[in-house]
């Protein structure tokens, strides 16, 4: 009984704590092509969300990598748009075909 207050106490003092992020959709009407490019300038009017926190190794601290998204829709359908950046790397291609891929 005592271990189940405890969680629980625990639980409400983290939903205390927490902020409460929203993203609302863009609501388009043009087409947009799904072809994995975000070349539409309707990508560019969407409102973005960005802050994005690390699950793991290090829970709630702010992600080493940055993503963007953006939400849009019309009446078929809701389209996500993504943006993940990583850090710069080079790609060397050995004698056998092998790629490797070296952080710098």
Same mark, same amino acid.
């Given at each position: ?11 409400? @003092?983290? *939903?205390?704590? =927490?902020?409460? /992020?929203?993203? %609302? ?9 799904? #072809? @994995?490019? *975000?070349?539409? =300038?309707?990508? /560019?009017?969407? %409102? ?9 190794? #290090? ?46």
């Amino acid at each position: 009984m005592r271990t189940a207050l405890t969680i629980i106490g625990l639980f409400l @003092g983290i *939903l205390c704590f =927490a902020k409460e /992020k929203k993203l %609302a959709a863009l609501r388009i009407h043009t087409r947009i092509r799904i #072809d @994995g490019n *975000l070349e539409e =300038a309707v990508w /560019k009017q969407a %409102a973005i969300a960005d802050s994005f926190i690390a699950n793991s190794p #290090d829970f709630g601290k702010p992600s080493s990598r940055q993503t963007i998204i953006h939400i849009l829709y019309d009446d078929q359908a809701v389209y996500v748009g993504a943006t993940n950046h990583r850090p710069q790397s080079n790609i060397f291609l050995s004698p056998t075909g092998t790629y490797y891929n070296v952080l710098l």
